[in-house]
């Protein structure tokens, strides 16, 4: 049979290509490779390439090299669609991004393309295209805000974590979960994996077999891709001339898009998060922590920001924006794909996995710093009263634990509101002079604050109604809320037997008729003869505190001979569940599929490390009908598609990561329940297999790595029953709500008495929230997502006079001005629509906020 190939006129067909360079100072960039580069592209007259290099390389570099850097300044001024070098990825760190939160996908452009334009000004962002499977659900809506015009979702190279869906033909229009569109060059559907590696797809190089199924199926414009390693010596990545009997054109992909591909209409692609086909070595220790690292980082940040914003209002506290863009520079840094992907690289003390611990540890100490000096906006020793600050836009009743000074004498305290009615009456523990631990339901207003008072006493006042706790006959353990009636069972290692929703109409959410327990610990010991449950042996039950504010039980038990403590803590009127699992492992337990010794080859697709079935799971199986499964994402919930979450091979992969929560409910949508976890990591679920979280995993990873068991484990998750779909119950808020939690300060009594309770933003309808609060000089930025609303405008008031307020996209320009009214003498009222997972930023100058106001200094 004729090839299309060799039915062309002229001997030879055509084909385009994208070459380029991927690294940096952190991911690999040698010495005097600029110089390398400046001289192959003056030998090489035809040859474009596209950069992906850190953007602090290039600090680097013009102390290190500056006449290469000069010169190569000099190559890069032409930034149109006729120039020879395109920058595809201005990411600070090139982040995964689907393993981060939306806003930190925002400071990696921001940052990334701030610091390349400190070097290049001209610098044109127009493609976002990444060696790595670098891609999320959202990017559309963040790309065009930032300016750029079109995506790529090729990484055919380099493929160890995972790739893109393969879809259509030569362009596609993609579209984002809030329906904005960019032109996008997918992975072809004829794009298939490569059978010779697990790697590639067949896209690496304009081989015959490619061009010819690209023509076959009427792409008229081939683009084959490698962003090649920086370092590489060989120049061009095609050579040059024909090759294969195929003429390849080096180009940007600017230029592809503008000049090469026609201008006709795209095919829309609705894609959603599942269409990332990524992959890492969840539930090992070593990934583990690198993502409750950069998770813990990210949440203070933003609590951070937000507090110090309030701080200036209120207070004229000079904003700590140098502060701050140090703490957010190594916090994008930990977020660098190599960190997750190749974690052990590096010498001993300094691989991915210490730079992680490093730079988190800067970020976290950075943050801590800010939130107590915001949040000292009072007298912090007279310790006679709590304020309690909300960075969410949503009124918020939550529990709050704050360290009383041990001066409070006497062996009860009482918490007391603004009516001076007693909230809770807490009996103190004889600590001597340690000060002492309180607990109370602080209910406050959105994006403010309220403040309490603290009265000693002899007595408490009445708790007759609250969480409690007992012993049954059988020896289970029975605790009630006014939500809640659970029951744990020591004989079966402290699983919970029963969680009924009272106000759900007695709703049961535990399915007793699985074989599985709740909240049950179960894996494959491979090493021990093979699954092993927390079931097998029974465990001891203690409590840690009974009540009325709070309930918390502790679980003592074993799975395979290794110590394992559960915490289960549950607050009157508190939806969520709070558990905590603290594994205690001694040595290098093999938990997973297993790797024979000896029979791990890179090239096979079968890797034990993709099968969740064999990992150390917790499992939850719910009493719910025709389950269908939801899960966010940044700026984005998919409704999986998925009949399960398992494969264990690289050319079958399905996204069964977990972000921040998945959400599982009924076929009606009458009753769901939610799990949280504190790290992106894999969850489980299927026909015949309950909701599990990834506790653990123990073997070989990627490139023949074991990764090991090097201590204890600790993962904090939580469940929260509920009805309704997640939209409608809000399960995006309490997730946000658990990763910002409200923020108790003991304060001085007297400057409270102008104002007890105070809010800045309030929303009149819910479903939006404020994803940042920033400043920039006396400029307030305003970050609105709106993650579970609809389309209808929400009226946004602001707590004091604003001189103007604009609509501004991501990269700084004006989107529209935004009319305002005077909602009182003191407030300003605006109305703000966009659909569901839009992001709208607001610009708002001359604030001048109404409420309490203190002079001073802090010092961040």
């Not at 598609?641 to 398992?646: D, G, H, K, M, P």
């Amino acid at each position: 049979m004729l090839t299309l190939l060799s039915l062309n006129k002229a001997g030879a067909q055509t084909a385009w290509y994208i070459d380029g360079y991927h690294g940096g100072i952190y991911g690999g960039y040698p010495e005097l490779y600029t110089r390398f580069l400046v001289d192959m592209l003056n030998k090489n007259p035809d040859w474009k390439i596209n950069l992906e290099i850190e953007p602090e390389t290039w600090d680097k570099v013009e102390k290190s090299d500056p006449e290469a850097y000069v010169q190569f300044k000099a190559l890069a001024a032409d930034q149109s669609a006729g120039g020879r070098i395109e920058f595809i990825n201005p990411d600070y760190a090139q982040s995964y991004l689907y393993n981060i939160s939306g806003e930190s996908i925002i400071r990696q452009f921001s940052y990334g393309m701030r610091k390349i334009r400190e070097h290049f000004p001209n610098a044109v962002f127009s493609t976002y295209s990444s060696e790595e499977p670098c891609f999320t659900s959202a990017l559309p809506q963040i790309l065009t805000s930032f300016g750029f015009k079109y995506a790529s979702l090729k990484n055919p190279n380099t493929c160890f974590g995972g790739y893109a869906a393969a879809h259509g033909g030569e362009l596609v229009k993609w579209i984002g979960p809030d329906g904005t569109g960019i032109i996008t060059a997918p992975r072809y559907a004829i794009e298939k994996l490569s059978e010779k590696s697990t790697w590639q797809t067949i896209g690496w190089e304009n081989s015959p077999n490619y061009i010819n199924a690209a023509y076959a199926a009427v792409i008229k414009h081939p683009i084959g891709m490698t962003i090649q390693d920086a370092g590489w010596k060989g120049g061009p990545f095609m050579g040059k001339g024909l090759r294969f009997g195929i003429k390849t054109n080096y180009t940007t992909w600017r230029n592809y898009f503008e000049n090469v591909s026609p201008k006709d209409s795209k095919p829309a692609w609705k894609v959603t998060q599942e269409d990332m086909l990524v992959n890492l070595v969840w539930g090992s220790q070593v990934t583990q922590k690198i993502a409750q690292e950069v998770r813990v980082a990210e949440n203070k940040i933003i609590t951070a920001e937000k507090m110090a914003s309030l701080a200036k209002l209120y207070c004229n506290q000079p904003y700590p924006g140098v502060a701050l863009d140090s703490a957010w520079r190594t916090l994008l840094l930990a977020q660098h794909h190599d960190c997750w992907i190749v974690p052990y690289n590096g010498k001993p003390g300094a691989t991915w996995a210490d730079k992680v611990f490093q730079w988190t540890n800067y970020t976290d100490n950075k943050c801590d710093s800010i939130i107590r000096s915001s949040s000292a906006s009072l007298n912090n020793e007279a310790g006679a009263c709590v304020r309690v600050y909300n960075t969410l836009a949503v009124k918020r009743s939550e529990l709050v634990s704050i360290a009383v000074p041990a001066k409070h004498g006497g062996a009860f305290i009482n918490v007391v509101d603004s009516r001076g009615k007693v909230i809770a009456s807490q009996t103190l523990p004889d600590t001597g002079s340690a000060s002492k631990k309180v607990i109370f339901n602080a209910t406050v207003p959105s994006m403010g604050y309220n403040t309490y008072r603290l009265q000693s006493g002899n007595r408490a006042a009445n708790n007759a109604d609250g969480a409690t706790v007992k012993r049954l006959a059988d020896g289970k353990y029975k605790v009630e809320t006014d939500l809640y009636a659970i029951l744990i069972d020591p004989v079966k290692g402290g699983e919970i037997k029963s969680l009924v929703a009272k106000k759900l109409n007695n709703k049961q959410f535990v399915d007793k008729s699985n074989p599985r327990g709740f909240n049950e610990l179960r894996g494959n010991f491979y090493k021990d003869g093979g699954f092993k449950s927390s079931e097998d042996h029974p465990a001891q039950v203690q409590v840690l505190e009974d009540g009325p504010v709070q309930v918390k039980i502790v679980i003592k038990g074993t799975i395979d001979n290794y110590s394992f403590t559960q915490y289960i803590t549950v607050g009157q009127s508190q939806q969520r569940i709070d558990l905590q699992v603290n594994i205690d492992w001694k040595g290098n337990p093999g938990i997973g599929e297993e790797t024979p010794p000896g029979t791990y080859k890179w090239q096979n697709p079968k890797k034990a490390f993709y099968d969740d079935r064999y990992k150390l799971l917790a499992l939850f199986p719910l009493n719910l009908t025709g389950q269908k499964v939801y899960k966010n994402a940044p700026f984005d919930v998919t409704e999986s598609r998925l009949a399960n979450t398992f494969y264990n091979s690289w050319d079958s992969i399905k996204n069964n990561v977990i972000l921040n929560w998945v959400d599982v409910t009924d076929s009606q949508g009458k009753y769901g329940m939610a799990l949280f976890t504190d790290h992106t990591t894999s969850y489980t679920h299927g026909e015949d297999f309950p909701l599990g979280l990834d506790i653990q995993y123990s073997g070989m990873g990627l490139w023949g790595r074991d990764y090991k068991i090097e201590g204890a484990t600790t993962i904090n998750y939580a469940i929260l029953p509920h009805e309704g779909k997640w939209d409608k119950s809000h399960i995006w808020t309490a997730g946000t709500a658990w990763a910002e939690p409200l923020v108790a300060v003991v304060c001085d009594d007297k400057p409270v008495q102008k104002n007890m309770s105070w809010s800045f933003v309030t929303i009149n309808k819910p479903g939006f929230e404020v994803s940042s609060m920033t400043y920039q000089g006396d400029t307030l930025l305003l970050r609105i997502f709106n993650a579970e609303g609809d389309q209808s405008p929400r009226k946004i008031t602001i707590a004091g006079k604003i001189k103007m307020a604009l609509l501004v996209e991501l990269d700084g320009s004006i989107k529209g001005k935004v009319r305002t009214q005077a909602a009182s003498s003191n407030k300003t009222a605006f109305d703000l629509a966009m659909p569901r997972y839009g992001i709208r930023t607001l610009k708002l100058t001359g604030v001048q906020a109404s409420g309490y106001k203190r002079a001073g200094t802090l010092n961040f």
